[in-house]
């Protein structure tokens, strides 16, 4: 997310390439029960109030396919800072040295409860996994596309009632984020929970959205059932604010960077670790290329792990939004690997999706409108 917006002309041949991705996106869509929306908030603009409901190229927009090729060159890029922040995820995972080599197979079984119908097949043993089908299936179609961006808040407004929209929200004393999304998270809880993670430091104060999951229905298993420690909560929201607040710093980015997920066995449980994702923060000075802000990055980590290891910090903020954030990372992470390194059973799970019904389905706001 950013304080300042800038600008970057791509070439034509990205839009085209976007059109392809939203092709091979709609290939392999899953099944969605009906469009739900979440309890009524001032905040959001949902899609009804006059926009475009069905056209996915809106949101989808050739500046997700940037970061598309992993590396830290493309996440700092000027480019990528600029018309996406937002988040992206983009590492690989690795196995540990006991799996090396061995074979994987995946399979979606519906016969079993949701939250562990994936089946990880390796060699002979089938280990168990907790994934409900709500973050399973949008996850598996975002790992299997070839960009790396779920979310950013950097769009424009693009028609006439938009603009008016934001003219209205301006008079008023508000500010609005417009939302473009990754097309295989467009209207899935995976894709909204990035929101509320891009969304939660916006301005350098965390204390509206932290709070955002506790007071939405329907409650959803897995994600915003468990309740919130408000103590903890407030106190990670008044640290973090009043780091940022004293900084100089225009954007960041929420991001895997060099996690080194590893993922690895215990008893007949599937396991991956690596480095909690985490906030990146950049300058953008004008007329010069974004700037990364390494004295901040470190100084907003050390504060992250005084209050909790292993992102315990950030997670105390909000843990339905870090938690699914982190899995989301975790899993892309590990399908990226059985897709590259097993190709013939990646795409044989994936035929295993279709199997998949009534996957609940949220709909992505059109903005986020913040005083």
Not at 174 to 190: C, Y
């Amino acid at each position: 997310m950013t304080r300042r917006f800038g600008q970057f002309r791509w070439a034509s041949w990205l839009v085209v390439a976007c059109s392809l991705l939203v092709l091979l996106s709609a290939a392999f869509a899953g099944k969605f029960a009906p469009i739900t929306r979440f309890a009524s908030d001032p905040t959001l603009a949902p899609r009804d109030f006059a926009i475009y409901k069905e056209d996915v190229n809106r949101i989808a927009g050739a500046t997700f396919l940037v970061a598309s090729i992993v590396g830290r060159d493309q996440v700092y890029d000027d480019p990528t800072v600029r018309t996406i922040g937002g988040v992206i995820y983009q590492e690989t995972a690795s196995p540990d040295g006991k799996l090396a080599g061995k074979k994987i197979s995946l399979n979606y079984n519906p016969k079993l409860p949701d939250g562990s119908r994936l089946e990880i097949r390796i060699d002979d043993q089938t280990y168990k996994s907790e994934l409900y089908d709500w973050a399973l299936i949008p996850i598996s179609n975002f790992a299997n596309s070839p960009s790396t961006a779920l979310l950013s808040l950097l769009g424009k407004a693009e028609s006439d009632d938009e603009r008016d929209f934001q003219r209205g929200q301006r008079r008023n004393g508000a500010k609005t984020f417009w939302v473009r999304i990754h097309p295989d998270l467009k209207d899935t809880l995976v894709g909204f929970n990035a929101l509320l993670t891009d969304a939660m430091l916006l301005l350098g104060d965390p204390s509206s959205t932290r709070q955002y999951p506790e007071g939405l229905t329907p409650k959803v298993p897995g994600w915003n059932t468990s309740e919130l420690d408000k103590t903890v909560s407030l106190a990670a929201s008044q640290t973090f604010s009043s780091l940022l607040i004293q900084a100089s710093w225009n954007s960041y980015i929420f991001n895997d960077l060099n996690a080194e997920y590893v993922f690895s066995t215990a008893g007949d449980r599937f396991v991956i670790k690596g480095k909690p994702p985490t906030y990146h923060f950049f300058s953008l000075p004008f007329g010069e290329r974004a700037r990364p802000e390494p004295e901040l990055n470190d100084q907003f980590q050390r504060t992250a792990n005084a209050l909790g290891a292993d992102g315990g910090g950030l997670r105390g903020l909000s843990p339905a939004v870090y938690d699914t954030s982190y899995k989301t990372s975790q899993w892309a992470a590990f399908f990226r690997y059985v897709k590259s390194k097993q190709p013939a059973a990646w795409s044989a799970y994936l035929a295993s999706l279709d199997r998949a019904t009534n996957v609940l389905a949220i709909e992505t706001p059109v903005a986020w409108v913040r005083k």
